[in-house]
């Protein structure tokens, strides 16, 4: 009985033990199983595509538009410093990167297109034309480039021919004298200004009877426009001296003429007489009424052989149209006052030509000086770029990161970079022959234009 109670007991230990065994070893396989499982579920899981560094994207610019649309580079313009780039370098690994790969990470670094933009756009927005506003002229003219300066003159001879211009002084009339003295006065006046004559007291005679048909007598005989030596000549041979002196009324018809005509920049009158008004009139009203007008002329008085009282008259007429009082006695007299107007119109001439060329030729100076400071910019700017650039080429092969063959690609990069960059050097140095060549050709007209008109004055 005892023997078969410790049978039993036996079977049950051993029972018990197969069966923590088994539970054990099911336990130690259903472990496994979910390691197995987890990592078939891990195989099977998509892999995250890794994300491509921007260099591999990098495509080369072959222009300098696409080059000043690029990045600026981290370091670029003051920011470099080359021990803070080589720290930059250490701290990449290039040696399995190819030479597009490393030529991108150097721009990234170093590129200069943030500035490169700014020196562009001064290129294409850069005006090379001369815009120097020509000043007034004594007369009008037209340069070659088809501009034309504004100083067209209305020049209006008023010719006393009362009786009084048929003495003789010298043998010869003063009246024959005037007119000698006029017709080559005006054969003087600068192209394209506007000559005419108006005489008056030419009918009748100085006789009582014939004042009223005299000193209504104003004729204009060569309307308002350029000389023309025939006609101009067939005009003063259309009338003698005859009769009174209506200067007053001469001086009102003259503002019908100027009315008539097209605006100039100045209006100029001359009245040639022998006397005072004898007719009634009021000739300082008349002057001051013509030049306070809206035509604003200026009326010189040129007294021929005038006495005290005539000049003293004839003083207040020119007061009176702002402009000036000569007196002459003879016909030698007569020609010194066109000698005077001669050189004052020489004079003039000179200081036109001179001033016109300086202010042109300042702006000239300007715009170059302009464009040379911009270009040496530039040009220091490349430089800067590419010597860093290299200079990081040099240091990446000296430090074993890259081989000489991919230094030797990058560098090829680098001049082509610069290369296309001195397409705009190409650029600012054809502003600067345009500036040059505009510049030039104006002062070029200015003088040749000066050098004509001071010669058509120049008496020596």
Known sequence: MKKSFILAAVAVIVSLLL??????????????????????????????????????????????????????????????NEAVVHRALDEKNFQDKDSFQVYAHLLNLMSESGQYKEYHSFVKNFNPQIETALSDTPGSMKLEN????????????????????????????KMKQAKEAINNFVASMPEASNVSLRVYGHKGSN????????????????????????????????????????????????????????DASQNIIYVVSDGVETCGGDPAKAAEALHDSNIEAVINIIGFDVDSKGQ?????????????????????????????????????????????????????????????????????????????????????????????????????????RQDILSGLEDEFDSLLETVDEKGDQLKEEINEKGDEMKEKYDND
């Open 312 to 416: 003293e008259q004839l003083l207040k007429v020119a007061e009176a149209g702002g402009g000036e009082f000569k007196t002459v006695d003879s016909g030698d007299d007569f020609k010194e006052v066109w000698e005077d107007e001669r050189v004052r119109l020489y004079n003039e001439w000179s200081s036109w030509n001179a001033d016109n060329y300086n202010n042109v030729s300042g702006e000239q100076t300007d715009k170059k000086n302009e464009l040379y400071g911009k270009e040496s910019d530039f040009k220091n700017l490349t430089y800067d770029e590419e010597g860093h650039l290299k200079d990081a080429v040099y240091y990446l092969e000296n430090n074993e990161q890259i081989s000489d063959e991919v230094g030797n690609e990058v560098i090829s990069m680098i001049k082509q």
């Open 19 to 80: 069966v923590s065994c088994g539970s054990d070893e099911q336990s130690v396989s259903g472990t496994d199983k979910k390691k197995e499982e987890a990592e078939q579920s891990e195989e099977q899981k998509p892999k995250e595509e890794e994300t491509e560094s921007p260099e591999k994207d990098f495509e080369v610019a072959t222009t300098i538009e696409e080059i000043i649309e690029q990045d600026p580079g981290e370091y670029a313009g003051n920011k470099y």
């Open 207 to 262: 006789a009582d009877s014939d004042k009223k048909v005299s000193c209504y007598s104003t004729e204009l005989v060569y309307e308002l426009q350029s000389y023309d030596n025939e006609k101009f000549g067939d005009a003063l041979d259309k009338f003698e001296p005859t009769g009174w002196t209506p200067i007053a009324k001469s001086i009102s018809e003259a503002k019908k003429d100027f009315e008539k005509a097209e």
């Open 146 to 173: 088809g501009e034309t300066v504004n100083g067209t003159a209305n020049i209006a001879i008023l010719l006393d021919a009362s009786g009084s211009m048929a003495q003789k002084i010298g043998g010869t009339t």
